[in-house]
């Protein structure tokens, strides 16, 4: 606990005397206060939003826990992953088959959730760390075609292995979100209101993303967190300094490809329905996105990237209407110059390429810099 006092705290809120003080997660009153309004907002929302609207709310969590995993190996410990999706789908899989129905296609062995969502991170974990030891021998651009080579090689792997995936254009179901007999989507009257299935399982989603956020930042705290960043801004002086490189690129790795696999298996169950086409190069782009657009090294990046990636698409298709017809049409083939997923894809490079360039730490580094400039109004240094 810091030793400054109380009255001096309180007209300097950051001033610290100690180390600790200075790296807890919530060391001023205004973080503390807005976490705890902006967990009241989320917790309030399916009591607000109809189906539709609380599906993509979902997908924003599930987003949000495998975009913190990618950040822990590419924000945090500098190290480019492009092969996010196929720890994804492990998890998806490893999911559906401990904790699906089987069918004269697939395997299924009907296991508590309780089993199945550990396991499902735990499987790509240690996938993960067996990789580790080649990706440590890399870096840069080798490292993007080594993990990309990767995702070409699970997206193959996932085709062939029908008694697992279903096949190619087929499928299978996910696996049973039940825990103890107690169903995670169903229809619960909470609170005198009756919430639909997706509602309720986006409540238990949105646990599962605070703790994990927590840990994740927690980890970025750490000795081991501070490691990370050494190898990062410079690995050939981090090992000069005692850093291991590769227990540090291990860890990063195994890390990022346990949430990887945890948020597979959740957006399994969110989407409803999973093929081996899902998990594709398609899909690391997004988290890609999700890190870059929210803001590297940082655990509140991912959240507020999840959000702008998924509530994107859905925004360019209401308000496409009221474009001019010639530049924007609302259906694949129609006249205009674009349709919809084009105008989505163009504008989802376009603020990549923005935020490299102008401001690397994404919308949360914009964020920053509106605090600060209120915090030292009418100030302008």
Known sequence: MSSTPRSLRRGRPELYSDYAADQAIWNTAAKRWSTGLVLLLALSLPFMLNRDLMGLMALVVVYAISGIGLNLVSGYAGQISLGHAVFMGLGAYTAALLGGSPSSTVRGLELDLL????????????IGWLFAPLAARVRGLYLAILTLGL?????????????????????????????????????????????????VFYLFALLLLVVMAVLARNVA??????????VRDRDI?????????????????????FYAGIGGALMTIVIGFTTPEKWSLLLSIDFLAVVLIGGAATITGPIIGAAFVVLMPRFIETFAGSLPEWFVSTTVGGG??????????????VMIVIFLVAEPRGLFGVWIRIRNYFKAWPFSY
């Open 221 to 230: 705290r750490t000795r081991q967190g501070r490691a990370f960043s050494a």
């Open 237 to 257: 002086a981090a090992e000069v300094m005692g850093v291991p490189l590769l227990r540090t690129k291990r860890l990063a790795f195994t890390l990022s490809s």
């Open 115 to 126: 089993i199945w969502l550990p396991m499902a991170g735990i499987v790509p974990a240690l």
């Open 151 to 199: 995702l070409f090689v699970g997206e193959h792997v996932f085709k062939e292995a029908t008694w697992l995936t279903g096949g190619s254009g087929v499928g299978r179901a996910p696996a049973a979100p039940s825990i103890l007999g107690f169903d995670l989507y169903a229809r619960r009257t909470v609170l005198g209101t009756e919430l639909s299935a997706i509602g």
């Open 336 to 349: 205009g110059l674009l349709n919809v997923f084009q105008l989505q894809g163009l504008l989802f490079g």
